[in-house]
């Protein structure tokens, strides 16, 4: 199971990479969070989302919800950060 879903991100990779003659990105985050979900989908479920190969609406909707949240403590780091170098500066 942990190898066929490993090689069948590997195939993907590769083709991936042919296609744009090794000068593509990948969404490496993304392509993890495939091969997890593929993993425990048939380890635990016995269940194939088949996320490796097509888009998976499961990630999207959990990249789009952390990246949201990275989003917000980047601004909530950097108006703490703010906020004490204007106390500082009184």
């Known amino acids: 199971?942990?190898?066929e879903c490993t090689q069948q991100t590997i195939k993907r990779?590769?083709?991936v990479t042919e296609a744009s003659n090794g000068q593509g990105e990948?969404?490496?985050e993304t392509e993890w969070l495939n091969l997890g979900l593929d993993i425990i989908g048939q380890g635990v479920?016995?269940?194939d989302f088949g996320s490796i190969n097509s888009?998976?609406?499961?990630?999207?909707?959990?990249?789009?919800?952390?990246?949201?949240i990275r989003r917000?403590?980047?601004?909530?780091?950097?108006?703490?950060a703010?906020?004490?170098?204007?106390?500082i500066s009184l």
Do not use: H, W
């Open 1 to 3: 199971m942990f190898g």
């Open 13 to 15: 990779l590769e083709r």
């Open 26 to 28: 990948v969404d490496m």
């Open 45 to 47: 479920f016995n269940y």
């Open 55 to 68: 888009e998976s609406p499961v990630i999207q909707a959990g990249l789009s919800g952390t990246k949201r």
């Open 72 to 80: 917000l403590l980047i601004l909530i780091s950097f108006g703490c």
């Open 82 to 87: 703010f906020y004490s170098l204007q106390l």
